[in-house]
T-cell receptor
Framework: GQNIDQPTEMTATEGAIVQINCTYQ??????LFWYQQHAGEAPTFLSY????GLEEKGRFSSFLSRSKGYSYLLLKELQMKDSASYLC?????????????FGTGTLLAVQP | DTGVSQDPRHKITKRGQNVTFRCDPI?????LYWYRQTLGQGPEFLTY????????KSRLLSDRFSAERPKGSFSTLEIQRTEQGDSAMYLC?????????????FGSGTQLSVL
């Protein structure tokens, strides 16, 4: 079956660094997406990892280990506006169907 | 092009009524997805289209749900005889290609409340 696990909630301090972990089990895995979703808004794309390793994009970095079924999203120099839900999504296949399977999301609260 | 648009943003209905939502994807995108999201959960896949063909429906989608994409452009999602358990945010997303790895662009969703 398909399964995505990530922590439900996290709290961090403005200016600090936070790491949000995600483990996944899917069939026909293509890659791993991270989306950001502010309350009442649409999810917006943050990153997509296909190969093992760390990809850095400004204050946000994302890591993937395909052999371990593990990814993390690293947020540096946290700002209050980073308070949001962070969704881990595995891009996989079920038979001939390609789809994104989302985790429940990690609600990050950034405190002053 | 301003992205994926959904209409209405909010819908309040009484149990037993029918509702229909509309999604206009990014114009050149050939794939269109419907997801459902409840509070504190991630989006759950409902169905998707490649052009006008509906290629898969989730087991979450009961017979009361039907989706169409008649000309391969906009899509509608209809829920018949709504139940309180249908209350959720219904998200539409679109993407280009379909070989995997393409990112989804989401609309702002339609928030359905069934009283």
């Amino acid at each position: 079956g398909q399964n995505i696990d990530q922590p439900t909630e996290m709290t961090a301090t403005e200016g600090a660094i936070v790491q949000i972990n995600c483990t996944y089990q899917t069939s026909g895995f293509n890659g791993l997406f991270w989306y950001q979703q502010h309350a009442g808004e649409a999810p917006t794309f943050l990153s997509y990892n296909v190969l093992d390793g760390l990809e850095e994009k400004g204050r946000f970095s994302s890591f993937l280990s395909r052999s371990k079924g593990y990814s993390y999203l690293l947020l540096k120099e946290l700002q209050m506006k980073d308070s949001a839900s962070y969704l881990c999504a595995a891009d996989g296949w079920e038979g001939a169907t390609n789809k994104l399977i989302f985790g429940t999301g990690t609600l990050l609260a950034v405190q002053p | 092009d301003t992205g994926v648009s959904q209409d209405p943003r909010h819908k309040i209905t009484k149990r037993g009524q029918n509702v229909t939502f509309r999604c206009d994807p990014i114009s050149e995108h050939n794939r269109l997805y419907w997801y459902r999201q409840t509070l504190g959960q991630g989006p759950e896949f409902l169905t998707y289209f490649q052009n006008e063909a509906q290629l898969e429906k989730s087991r979450l989608l009961s017979d009361r749900f039907s989706a169409e994409r008649p000309k391969g452009s906009f899509s509608t999602l209809e829920i018949q005889r709504t139940e309180q358990g249908d209350s959720a945010m219904y998200l539409c997303a679109s993407s280009l290609s379909g070989t995997g790895g393409e990112k989804l662009f989401f609309g702002s969703g339609t928030q359905l409340s069934v009283l």
